[in-house]
């Protein structure tokens, strides 16, 4: 799947803003992750764009979250090697059970943008002032970005250093900033 065709799904299912920029930037963070492993990255991309497409539709209902993703997709025509990361993603019904790259890079994206993102509003909105040091110390204050699972990005500990994950996730999201409204 194209950047672009999953662009256009997740839209037709997603209208908040927020939400919609929560998906680039998790989709950034993917596309960095999988660069830095030598996986595929368009794949990677699309599953971080598309991760959260039922969320508004099931009421951000927990007990459905990734299972009504799934069946969107399928329903769309969209191939397992992407449905099947996305239902699994919800780790209120997996719990931690990830075991390959892509659904462990998913935790971390999901939670890792959000906490870069966050560190960027303190800056101001820049996330060009925002550095792997600010991550890693804004990661340590349980009560900055508390929606932001600490577990579940250390869960990409044994794929990638976290302060070199903190840096592609910087990186990744200075290229989307725009997108998000960052300076």
């Not at 009421?59 to 329903?75: A, T, V």
Request: with cysteine.
């Amino acid at each position: 799947m194209e950047k672009d065709e999953a662009l256009v799904l997740m839209q037709s299912h997603v209208t908040s803003d927020s939400l919609r920029g929560h998906c680039i930037a998790t989709a950034a963070v993917m596309k960095g992750l999988a660069e830095e492993l030598g996986e595929d990255v368009r794949l990677w991309e699309s599953i971080g764009i598309l991760h959260d497409i039922d969320f508004e539709e099931i009421d951000e209902d927990m007990m459905r979250h990734g299972l009504r993703g799934y069946e969107i997709l399928k329903n769309a025509g969209v191939d397992d090697e992407i449905a099947e990361p996305i239902r699994r993603h919800n780790h209120m019904l997996f719990g931690a059970d990830y075991t390959t790259p892509v659904e462990i890079c998913l935790q971390v994206a999901d939670s890792v943008s959000g906490l870069v993102i966050a560190c960027a509003y303190v800056k101001g909105g820049n996330i060009t002032e925002v550095s792997s040091k600010t991550v890693a110390k804004k990661y340590k204050t349980a009560s900055f970005a508390a929606g932001c699972d600490r577990g579940r990005i250390a869960l990409g500990d044994e794929l990638v250093p976290r302060d070199r994950m903190y840096e592609i996730a910087i990186r990744e999201i200075t290229l989307v900033k725009d997108q998000l409204g960052l300076a």
